[in-house]
């Protein structure tokens, strides 16, 4: 194995149980301790942990932004379901814009078969996913590389988003908060999923359950009349009443899912 392929493993392991130990690295990828220890050197440095005696503990500041390599492993399952409910939330003949996030890519694979569709989207991956489909039309939004999220962003590519006008505006977040509202780690993503929203008549949330009550660096938005909320499952009373009150509509996986899927 790759020095870079098990530095992604232990960073994976990382977001799943929030730390690790040396030792047990060590055991698992048939490497010495010393090496171990300079992958997690390396990982602090690069700002995803914090070294702790024996072993390392995930960095959990609000602005940390996994690589989307190691997101597109997290919660897969309920992505899936998120994709599959947005899918159908999507009619032939939209123009959609989704954001550069995990959950924006597999529904990226759930629209494939649309026989008529227009996507503007800022994420490289998405860009990939969808070449080739004769039934989808592509607009890349250009703009800088962001190499963690595959994502491109700037003002060139919020220039290009603002001269679209589209039906749905498709985008996730880091953390979705009563008091403190949608959130999101970096500012110039957040900037981008600003621009979509402002582009569109009507913005879907796609967010996975274990980002209620969460609070990442930068606030982005307000849940308003006729937004959508789509997650993997049911929301408690709480919150869909806080929605409600709000005219937001929510629409959860569970709920959306077909007999054998």
Not at 15 to 43: C, H, P
Request: charged share 30%; glycine share 6%; proline share 1%.
């Amino acid at each position: 194995m790759l020095a870079i392929e098990r530095k992604n493993e232990i960073l994976s392991i990382l977001q799943k149980e929030e730390r690790v130990l040396v030792s047990e690295l060590s055991q698992r990828y048939e490497v010495t301790d010393e090496t171990i220890r300079r992958d997690l050197e390396k990982l602090e440095s690069e700002g995803y942990v914090k070294r702790t005696y024996g072993g390392a503990v995930l960095n959990k500041n609000t602005s940390m932004d996994m690589p989307l390599r190691i997101r597109e492993r997290s919660n897969r399952r309920e992505k899936q379901m998120i994709a599959r409910a947005v899918a159908r939330l999507v009619e032939e003949g939209d123009s959609i814009m989704l954001d550069a996030s995990s959950t924006s890519l597999m529904i990226s694979k759930e629209l494939k078969e649309m026989n008529n569709l227009t996507v503007v989207t800022n994420s490289v991956e998405v860009l990939i996913e969808f070449a080739g489909h004769e039934g989808i039309r592509v607009i890349s939004t250009g703009g800088t590389l962001r190499d963690s999220s595959l994502s491109l962003v700037g003002t060139a590519a919020q220039k290009v988003l603002h001269g679209y006008n589209v039906d749905k505006a498709v985008i996730s977040c880091k953390g979705i908060h009563m008091d403190k509202g949608v959130t999101d780690s970096s500012e110039v993503e957040a900037d981008m999923k600003n621009a979509m929203r402002s582009c569109a008549r009507q913005t879907i949330l796609a967010v996975d359950s274990s980002k209620f009550n969460q609070v990442s660096f930068v606030r982005f938005m307000e849940l308003g009349e006729g937004d959508m909320v789509v997650t993997d499952c049911k929301v408690d009373e709480e919150w869909r009443q806080f929605l409600e009150e709000r005219g937001v509509q929510v629409f959860t996986g569970e709920e959306l899912e077909e007999p054998g899927e």
